[in-house]
């Protein structure tokens, strides 16, 4: 018997529900009360069922026109106004974000200055043209590479890529053939 009550759940719901009423779906279907614009009816009430609430019911079943503000409000938690209003925590975070990307940017340039040295050699014009150079003598990757955009006999670049080639290649690749 206790197996199939706490298997529906029932208990649990009837725990975080208490003595309030349940008046609707709510989120997921739960019945947790939660002002949102995106589900403005909550699941619950907002208060446990009293003698006072009692008479306020009575009166809402009429027109709501004849409730007072107090009267309106004494049912929820909040109003549209103020569950919809902006809240300071946006300045937290945002100025949390800023502090971490600035710690960010200032590591990485300790680091660039303190910790790395000199480039390799190898990025330098004259190495990286003499790479080139030697790529496109060993014809490397012939079928998608480098190699396959240059034409041999003309010993000029075949396409709009190999034209930074051929400024870079022609000029070292005649003084070596020659």
Request: hydrophobic share 35%; charged share 25%.
């Amino acid at each position: 018997m206790t197996r199939r009550r706490f298997a529906s759940g029932g208990d649990s719901i009837r725990l975080m529900v208490a003595d309030r009423e349940v008046v609707g779906h709510g989120i997921n279907g739960r019945p947790i009360y939660f002002d949102s614009p995106d589900c403005p009816f909550p699941a619950i009430r907002y208060q446990e069922v009293n003698s006072k609430l009692c008479a306020l019911r009575e009166k809402e079943l009429d027109d709501w026109k004849n409730l007072s503000l107090d009267e309106k409000k004494h049912s929820f938690c909040q109003t549209y106004a103020e569950f919809q209003h902006f809240t300071p925590e946006w300045k937290i975070c945002l100025a949390v974000a800023l502090w971490l990307v600035s710690v960010g940017i200032a590591i990485s340039i300790s680091m660039k200055t303190m910790l790395y040295g000199k480039l390799p050699q190898t990025f330098d014009d004259e190495r990286q043209s003499a790479q080139l150079r030697r790529i496109i003598q060993l014809q490397m990757n012939p079928i998608t590479g480098l190699s396959s955009k240059w034409c041999y006999q003309e010993n000029k670049s075949n396409s709009i890529i190999g034209c930074h080639l051929k400024l870079n290649f022609s000029k070292a690749y005649t003084e070596v053939h020659s």
